[in-house]
């Protein structure tokens, strides 16, 4: 499959029209471009028989990548909660298994098609333009689906890096993965990114779990309580299974 063409990029203007009909939706008004998109899929093997998810893949770049990373091997599933970009993204890309459905139904999406879990997760969400409920939904769904040596990769916006909402879902991600690692800024971005790598799930997130005992915790067997160095990096703790001590 050949390459994404810059060209093709800025004549497509889907991204901008679906930012002035949803702006807190599309959460940009540019797709994003190829040095970032290179970053953002390093994380997909290029030799192994894989699930990929990309969650909010809007006009496609980086579905499109990872279709070339993986050459027809493993299973890449797309979920785009917007119904007209879910359409075109069905209509171009007619090997992936794309669904309209909100990322926060990961778990759903899944089960439904006899997949436990991904082994890696890539996600164009915008975090910063979620309030902190929706932020943690996701991120909840996201755990559920990643297997425990799974990657969830993701990016971030260098100028909205500082507001509260980006560093609210900074904090909500390294509460959930033992390991986070920032990439380099991409400055030849528009705007300019930064990706985020996450590895290690620490816990499975059981939203009824009002309180918790290890007796009673509802482990998939790869699953561990979260570990007090996250429980403390986090401030919230309604979801999540800290240890009582
Ligand atoms: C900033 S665009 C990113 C598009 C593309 N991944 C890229 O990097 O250029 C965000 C995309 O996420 C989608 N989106 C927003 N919230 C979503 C949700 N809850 N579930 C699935 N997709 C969502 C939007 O419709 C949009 O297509």
């Known amino acids: 499959m050949s390459e994404h063409p810059s060209s093709t990029r800025c004549l497509d203007l889907s991204i901008p029209r679906e930012f002035l009909r949803a702006p807190m939706t599309t959460g940009a008004v540019a797709a994003s471009g190829r040095a970032l998109t290179r970053t953002a899929v ?9 699930v990929v998810v990309e969650l909010g893949p809007g006009t496609g770049v980086m579905t499109r990548s990872i279709e070339e990373r993986l050459a027809g091997r493993g299973r890449q599933l797309a979920l785009e909660v917007n119904a007209r970009l879910a359409s075109s993204l069905f209509a171009r890309h007619p090997a992936v298994e794309v669904v309209q459905a909100d990322a926060a139904d990961l778990g759903t999406v899944l089960s439904e098609r006899g997949i436990a879990h991904a082994d890696v997760i890539v996600s164009g969400l915008p975090w910063a333009a979620f309030g902190p409920q929706q932020q943690e939904l996701l991120l909840d769904a996201v755990l559920t689906g990643l297997s425990s040596d799974g990657v969830f990769t993701t990016f971030a916006y260098v100028h909205s890096r ?37 590895r290690r799930p620490v816990a499975v997130l059981e939203p009824s779990a009002a309180s918790w005992h290890p007796s009673s915790a509802p482990w998939s067997g790869r699953d561990q309580p979260m570990t007090r160095s996250a429980c403390r990096r986090s401030r919230t703790s309604s979801s999540r299974l800290c240890p009582s001590t």
Do not use: I, K, M, S
């Not at 390093?42 to 894989?50: E, F, K, R, S, Y």
């Not at 609210?168 to 400055?187: C, M």
């Open 42 to 50: 390093a994380p997909v093997p290029t030799g192994a028989d894989v």
């Open 162 to 198: 500082w507001t509260p909402a980006a560093r609210r879902f900074r904090r909500e991600l390294e509460a959930r993965f033992d390991e986070v690692v920032v990439g380099r800024t991409v400055w030849r971005n528009l705007p300019p990114a930064l990706v985020y790598h996450a």
